[in-house]
């Protein structure tokens, strides 16, 4: 197969994380209106830290990539709590392809458990310093951007109101950092990648490989590819920031289509990611696109639970586009 043409790709606006850490004006005003407008943005690590987080993901993937090749009885065999945390085998949500089920499997690890060591897998067991830097490194990378944001946009006399309230570090949560794996797929296999939706939580990391990832623009309503950058997180706004922020902010409507051949329709390649997903104090309280009062915590379960539903049932409630379909007038 020839080297698929990415097109149209999504212009995504790029934030450089080490003028964040140091507070420049120019940058958060930047990162006020990438978030008020698109909800989805590059985010430059080169700078920062010496790459020293670059270098625990990539030692990271490697060791996962190898995990994933083990039988599924043994990756199935993973102590699973609840979608923040263990094993997510292919097909339990639905896919890209309307009917069918979706085409990746997962390893989630929770910040509650990597912090308390229980329950872990072998696997991390065996490299926790690694696994640790991952961790807890995505997380102080979304918790600055998340107190730039918090800063920039709500009352300072008012604490109860700032979003880093709502994400005390020893709170309870579902922040977690999950790494996905589309396996190749012959032709008529069904089950292709992850269906649209936006994401449960606050502030999204993600880190891809393969092409893949797609996002619907809110000025075009068109599907974009989203090019990986070397060097580049992808960092996307979820449904609980866009609520927390009085929908100031957007969730961004996304999918993911891994490569097929045009001819037969078979997936010849592996696809590889790695995200950490910010997620508030499971107590912390907003109101959802239905109006409704919700908990952060009853706000996932409802959204994981939608996400293994066929997609003409997730049109009737709206749950796992978190409503963004009709906030931009598009039929999904
Ligand atoms: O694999 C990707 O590129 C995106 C994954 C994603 O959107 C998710 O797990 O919420
Ligand atoms: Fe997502």
Not at 79 to 106: C, F, I, M, N, W
Not at 134 to 161: C, E, M, R
Not at 192 to 214: S, Y
Request: glycine share 6%; with cysteine.
């Amino acid at each position: 197969m020839t080297q698929p043409q990415l097109s149209p790709l999504a212009n995504l606006q790029t934030i450089d994380f080490d003028k964040l850490v140091n507070k420049d004006a120019d940058e958060v005003r930047r990162l006020v209106e990438i978030c008020t407008n698109d909800g989805f943005l590059y985010l430059d690590l080169t700078q920062w830290n010496g790459g020293k987080l670059l270098k625990s993901l990539d030692e990271c993937n490697n060791i996962v990539k190898d995990w994933f090749t083990k039988p599924i009885e043994e990756k199935a065999a993973t102590v699973t709590l609840s979608d923040a945390h263990g094993y997510k085998p292919v097909g339990q949500q639905s896919g890209v392809q309307e009917g069918q089920r979706d085409g990746y499997e997962s390893l989630r690890l929770s910040r509650d458990c990597q912090l308390a060591r229980d329950p872990l897998p072998p696997v991390v067991q065996n490299h926790q310093s690694t696994f640790d830097a991952l961790h807890f490194g995505s997380h102080f990378v979304l918790q600055t951007i998340l107190s730039a944001l918090s800063d920039a946009t709500t009352d300072p006399k008012n604490a109860a109101t700032s979003f880093s309230s709502s994400h005390k570090d020893d709170s309870p949560s579902r922040s977690a950092l999950y790494f996905l794996h589309h396996p190749p797929k012959p032709a008529g296999a069904g089950r292709l990648g992850q269906n649209i939706h936006t994401d449960a939580g606050t502030l999204t990391l993600l880190f891809t490989r393969e092409p893949g990832l797609q996002v619907l623009s809110p000025t075009t309503a068109q599907w974009e590819h989203v090019a990986s950058r070397p060097g580049c997180a992808v960092v996307n706004v979820g449904d609980t920031l866009r609520f927390l922020s009085g929908e100031r902010f957007r969730s961004a409507l996304h999918r993911v289509m891994p490569i097929t051949d045009p001819v037969t329709g078979a997936q010849p390649n592996d696809r590889y990611s790695t995200a950490y997903f910010l997620r508030a104090a499971d107590d912390a309280v907003f109101v959802g696109n239905d109006g409704k009062e919700t908990t952060a915590d009853e706000w996932f379960l409802r959204k994981f639970s939608s996400f293994t539903k066929d997609r003409s049932v997730q049109r009737l409630d709206s749950v796992a586009f978190g409503g963004m379909e009709k906030t931009l007038g598009v039929v999904v």
